[in-house]
């Protein structure tokens, strides 16, 4: 037994390092390792960066935030929060009625593009602030997520698409997605805007790309930009839907908490990665999803909004507006 046992342990390990010893099969530092050889590496997380707008109670005195201060997000139902940190020293002015704090996400990832207006607290008290909040183009650079296997494998594979002469679309593509912070790249090079015309659609861990993410885009395929190429890097679209479901359980099953944690299970699904297409909602999906965490405690699901699937244009991400869940026995 003790041999057996060796036997199927060198054959496991065998099996792994073959492969591993190729890209299509590859995967977390064995991948790593064989991009390594096309020159490519994985995509490191980064941290959200933004603006947080402050308003005076009294015009006539002036507000200083110093550097170092932690703002953070309302608790969440989960009770998950998210806190910033002010980057540099701020003045208001006397006669100012707001002003704007530059701050950067305490940690990386995804998780801290929070939505408008919930970082409202501030972890050391400010005199004469009358509110603070995250308005809308707070974001000035995303936050991202590391870079997942599959998306790193077909980024390394398509290292060859850079070798070509004259710009490709697949070139443009490996290129601009190479800039940490993309999600993912669309090019339309079949002359969208006249002759000669390339449009490049960058998303982002947010759904759209904001200034600084576009324009460090832009810089990346400066070298390898057509002479005569009309080139527009914009950013993709999102497109909010409103979701309404009821949760069917027995007479009998206690409905305690159930409201709140599928919510956040229906947020979870929305959040945006490369996990799911993006532009599209299927909602045989929708309901897997959120039954599979919560199987033991109901019945049934019926999605009664949106009604019917929804698939948009490829430059296009879906997001979640509002979501409502209800409760009915059986």
Known sequence: MIFLRIKIELLMLIRKIYLGMFVKSSNEEWLDNKAEDYGKYRKQATKTEGYLTIEKLDMEKELIVPKGYVFKTLASIAGKEYRFISTEKTII??????????????ETGSKYNVPLNSIRQSLIHIENVKNLTNEEGWLIKEGSD???????????????????????????????????????????????????????????????????LLKDVENSIEDIKGVYDDVLVKSAETVGVDVNIVLYIDYNASEQGLKERAIEYVKGYFEISNKRELNTLYLSELIFYVRKNLDEEITAIKVVEPATDVKLEKDKVIILNQVNVSIERV
């Open 93 to 106: 002015k006397a006669n100012e009625d707001k002003g704007k704090i530059h701050i950067l996400a305490e």
């Open 146 to 212: 590391t870079e997942l296997d599959e998306s790193f494998r077909q980024r390394t594979l398509n290292t060859w698409a850079e070798l070509a002469t004259h710009s490709t679309a697949l070139k443009y593509k490996n290129v601009a997605e190479s800039v940490e912070g993309v999600l993912y790249v669309i090019v339309n090079d079949m002359h969208p805007r006249g002759q000669g015309t390339v449009d490049i659609v960058v998303a982002s861990y947010n759904g759209t790309a904001g200034e600084k």
